[in-house]
Structures are given as C-alpha cells and as structure tokens.
C-alpha cells in the first residue's frame, strides 16, 4: 500500500465544470490538486467558439491549479491550440485521445486516435521535436470498441516525456454504460512507463475504498460525475469529516455562490435557469429524493419561482 498522499483531479466536464463551477468548488470545498478545463479545439471554419476560449482565459482561473485540453484531429489544429495556451502561459496541457462522441470521434478527434497508434507516434515526434515550453500529459480511453487498442497506444506514450496518463479503462464504444474496469488499469500499470492516473466512475468513499484495495499502489485519482453530485467528495476522500448538518450548510452556500456567478456574467432569467437546471441533472443526486427536487428546479419558470424551489428543496429533501 503506497503511503504518499493522495492526489484528486476534478474531471473536464463539457457543460459543468465551467470557471464559475470550478471556482465555486475551489472556494467551498477544495480537496482538489488539479482542475482540468474541458477541451478547447477548433469548430465550424477553423474557429473556436468564444465560450471555449473564456474557459482558458488566465483571468478566469486565478490561484486555482488548472490543467487545459485540447481535442485536435491533426498536427495543425494541434500546433495551434498548443500556441494560443502556451501564449496565456500555462505550465501544462492535457491531450484529449479519450472523447467517444461521434461528432469528435468522425473527424478523427479524442478516441480516434486510438485505433491510429502509427500516426499518433509520428503526431508525437513531431511535438516533441518542437520543444513547446510546457509539458503534456493525456487523457485516454481503453479503446475505440477494442480495449485492445491501449496496449499499441501505450507502446507509442512510453517513448516520450508525457508528464502522466490518466486512464479511464472503457472503450468509447461503451460510452458511460457498464462499468469503467479496474483490472484493465492494473494490466496498464504494468505496461506504461508514466504516471497514471484512474479516472471512471468513483462516486462515494465506500467505492473509493474498494478501488483501493484492488489497486493498493494508486494514490493519483480523477473524479468526475462523482464531484458533480457531491462537490465535497474529494475534500472527504482526503479525510476531512463534515457533520450531515455542516455538509447541508456548505452545499447551500456552494449553491448559493454558485448562483451569484452565473447571474453576474449571464443575461436573463432564462440563460441562469438553463445553466442552473444543467448543475442539477447531477447534484440532485445529493438529495434524498432527487427525482422531486429535479421536478421543482424544472417546473422553475422565473428565477423567483427557482428560489422558492430551492427552500423547499433544501428544507423538504
Ligand atoms: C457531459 C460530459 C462532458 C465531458 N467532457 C469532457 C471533456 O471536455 N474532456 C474530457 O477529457 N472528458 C470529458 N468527459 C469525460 C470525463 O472527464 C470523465 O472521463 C468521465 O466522466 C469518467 O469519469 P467519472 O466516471 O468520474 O465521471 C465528459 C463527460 C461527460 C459525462
């Protein structure tokens, strides 16, 4: 069992773990060793759309660890989201070869690549031939439909400096069904020369533990869905025990703040509603009858009616 402290990454989340979100859990809660920044690539006419780039603004992320990603389909689009973060500074940058959705996946982008090891390596050499000032981890999926494909894919990664690879063990074919498989991480360890770091579907302390137990030596975790539910897990996994009464008080102000944000930089009801009924897709899950409190926060029409809701959501459930 490794005795050195472990170490929680909040998982991009394209649609939630925007800079308010990230912000907001940093102040609240912590517990959080990095952040990383959903990906930013290129849409329709070789631009980026401007809610992408205000994701990766510096002003936008100040005192926080963040880690930005992009999602590229060729060495192009790759050199040019690379030059735009290097040039706002940033340390470190994710590589996206885990994306499942077929908008991604169809223009060769995220798990693409992962049935594509030779052209990955060449992609690679030309990278690191480049000598970016900044270093690269990665953020991959087992396969496209084969978790077969890592094992080529791990044979490329090991042959240059990535700083760590976090490694969510489903195929993309799986997209979130079944269950992410822990023992295709221990096969992982045992081929990849990095750091790697295990990303899939821990949600509670009591998963946490049995995760450890299968995997003694793991002390890096990233966590996605399960900080979307409950934003002080991480804070808990480090050890920090909150009275049920303290956990209700910090998710009131987490929500709380986190509703002052959106509605100092969105316009109207409808636009902080939208974003508002995003959050609680998950962090109704929090409650104890979430099906009743989704109900009310959707039926929500004006942001009054949103805040009577949200009493009786955090009084009644
Ligand atoms: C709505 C949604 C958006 C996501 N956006 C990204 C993204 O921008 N970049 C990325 O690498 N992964 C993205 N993911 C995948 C998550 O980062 C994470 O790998 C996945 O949810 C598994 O972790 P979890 O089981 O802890 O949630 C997204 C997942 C979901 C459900």
Redesign the pocket.
Known sequence: MTTEPIQIYQ??????TDFSYRKVIFETFGGIDKYFI??LSYGKGHEIKKSQMREVLPENNLQMPVVP?VLFSDQTELFDLISILVDSGYPEINL?L??PYPMATNRGRGAAWLEKPEALNELLQQLFRNNFPVRFSV?MRAGMTSDHDCKAIFDVLNQFPILEIIF?PRTAGQM?EGK?NPLLFTEAVSLVKHPLVY????SSAVHFQELKTMLPEQNKW?????LLVNPALAAQLKGEVFDSKIVRKKLKEFHEHLLESYSARLQGDSHILMRMNQFWTFFSESFENPHKAMKLVKKSSSLLKYNAAIVEIFRSF
């Open positions: 998982a991009p989340m394209q649609g939630f959903p990906y990603q996206n885990g994306c953020k969510h979130y992410a990303n899939g579907d821990l990233m966590i996605g869905r399960g």
